[in-house]
């Protein structure tokens, strides 16, 4: 089994920046790929940026140029870069990771911006 950990969200005052940290552990294949989502109260789940493990990068056009992923110095760690938050970030955000025979994924963290 792939375990999928988010870590990183809190409170941050309109304007402010957050970054947040996707571990995955267990029983990886060595090529996977990582995905973000969120889900903002009383809406559906949103997808935001995606990491292929060879290294590309796709943004949802929402997010595009406020937030990037990346991954660690570790190959099991990516991170959420998130600028510019402003109220309408406030959401749960939550990775996964895909892989060919399915992914998995995490319990997510939540994130509130103030204003």
């Known amino acids: 089994q792939v375990q999928v950990v988010e870590s990183g969200g809190g409170l941050v005052q309109s304007g402010g920046s957050l970054k947040l940290s996707c571990e995955v552990s267990g029983r990886t294949l060595s090529a996977y790929d990582i995905g973000w989502y969120r889900q903002a109260p009383g809406k559906e789940r949103e997808y935001l940026a995606r990491?292929?493990?060879?290294?590309?990068?796709q943004y949802e056009d929402a997010v595009n140029g406020q937030f990037t992923i990346f991954r660690g110095t570790t190959k099991n760690v990516v991170y959420l870069q998130m600028n510019n938050l402003r109220p309408k970030d406030t959401a749960v955000y939550c990775c996964?990771?895909?892989?060919?025979?399915?992914?998995?994924w995490g319990r997510g963290t939540p994130v509130t911006v103030s204003s």
């Open positions: 990491l292929w493990d060879n290294g590309l990068t």
């Open positions: 996964e990771y895909i892989s060919g025979p399915g992914g998995s």
